[in-house]
């Protein structure tokens, strides 16, 4: 499985995430720091959802005698960075979505 290149990619995601919320909560500009924070938050807990429903297909793919071979290659190889891409872009996306929709209730 191909963690050892999206795991550095994920963590300098994040680190450039808290680095840019940190510096947004110090400046002019700190209004915009809780939607950092947000696509901070909600993509770690994308990526972790994103790669956890993996486990099945993983199993299935170990199971299956007619995924073996390169099918089942291809599958433990790419499915990893289409999980975590859907997963951090749908877990910033949603909390993006979350916290606008809750600002626009208590405004």
């Known amino acids: 499985m191909p963690y050892f290149l999206i795991?550095?990619?994920?963590?300098?995601?994040?680190?450039?995430?808290?680095a840019t919320s940190i510096t947004l909560h110090f400046t002019r500009f700190q209004r915009f720091a809780s939607y950092s924070w947000a696509i901070t938050?909600?993509?770690?807990?994308g990526f972790v959802l994103g790669n956890s429903l993996l486990l099945p297909v993983f199993w299935g793919v170990a199971h299956a005698p007619v995924a073996r071979g390169?099918?089942?290659?291809?599958?433990?190889?790419?499915?990893?960075?289409?999980?975590?891409?859907?997963?951090?872009?749908?877990?910033?996306?949603?909390?993006?979505?979350?916290l606008v929709l809750l600002r626009r209730r208590t405004a």
């Open 7 to 18: 795991l550095p990619v994920f963590a300098l995601w994040q680190l450039a995430w808290v």
């Open 41 to 45: 938050l909600g993509s770690l807990v």
């Open 70 to 98: 390169i099918l089942g290659a291809i599958v433990i190889f790419l499915d990893p960075f289409a999980a975590s891409a859907a997963g951090v872009l749908l877990g910033a996306g949603g909390s993006l979505l979350l």
